[in-house]
């Protein structure tokens, strides 16, 4: 199946500063990519849809000026966390479709916040 | 708006066992609905994919069914191993390309 690509795996942070999190599709080409964030034993959360040339559609409830999203290509899209607090941590998933529909999820971003 | 439900929530069993995970959907205009596993810490792998116009899938000892009438998906395990102990997930996709997730089932298998 596809692949998607997600850097870094883990990051641990101080409290207001920024992380960017990047989401890559390494053998097909994504118009859109996804963004989830999930907290431990609960499902995906979906935050934000990414339209590559566009601005990302946000989910409500979530912060579009706390979480920067840029999907500058068809294959790369980015999630800054900007002035980072620790109720910010937590596992950050990105996915993306295919040409059949299908979706591929990256590996997981676990963002902790000092 | 779009529910999806999963049960049971958890499941134990013996190695070796067949099993069923069922997902149930409330707005049955899907455009298809995808399977997933999740290890803990990390993120989701595609298991299968049924598209609104197909009944079932199969993938080695995986097979799924979709009833979109009546709102439901099952996911058949044969003959489970110790490795499929994870998270199983259901996702439909809707109308605007909109997905949403089931609540999940935690499967253990045990030797």
């Known amino acids: 199946g596809a692949v998607v690509s997600q850097h870094p795996s883990w990051v641990i942070c101080k409290s207001g500063t920024s992380v960017k999190i990047e989401c890559r599709s390494l053998d097909f080409q994504a118009t859109t990519m996804f963004w989830y964030r999930q907290f431990p034993k609960q499902s995906l959360m979906l935050m934000a849809t990414?339209?590559?040339?566009?601005?990302?559609?946000?989910e409500q409830g979530v912060e579009k000026d706390k979480f920067l999203i840029n999907h500058a290509s068809l294959t790369l899209s980015t999630l800054t966390v900007t002035s980072a607090h620790p109720e910010d941590s937590s596992f950050y998933i990105c996915?993306?479709?295919?040409?059949?529909?299908?979706?591929?999820f990256g590996e997981g971003s676990r963002l902790t916040v000092l | 708006k779009q529910e999806v439900t999963q049960i049971p929530a958890a499941l134990s069993v013996p190695e070796g066992e067949n099993l069923v995970l069922n997902c149930s959907f409330t707005?049955?205009?899907?455009?298809?609905l995808q399977w997933f596993r999740q290890d803990p810490g990390k993120g989701l792998t595609s298991l299968l994919l049924?598209?609104?116009?197909?009944r079932e899938q199969t993938s080695g000892r995986l097979n799924a069914s979709l009833d979109k009438s009546s709102g439901r998906s099952t996911l058949y395990i044969a003959a489970s191993q110790p490795g499929d102990s994870a998270t199983y997930l259901c996702a439909v996709t809707g109308g605007g390309n909109k997905l949403t997730f089931g609540t999940g089932t935690q499967l253990k298998v045990e030797l």
């Open positions: 990414s339209n590559e040339g566009s601005k990302a559609t946000y």
């Open positions: 049924i598209q609104s116009s197909q």
């Open positions: 707005d049955s205009a899907i455009y298809n």
């Open positions: 996915s993306a479709r295919d040409y059949t529909g299908e979706l591929f």
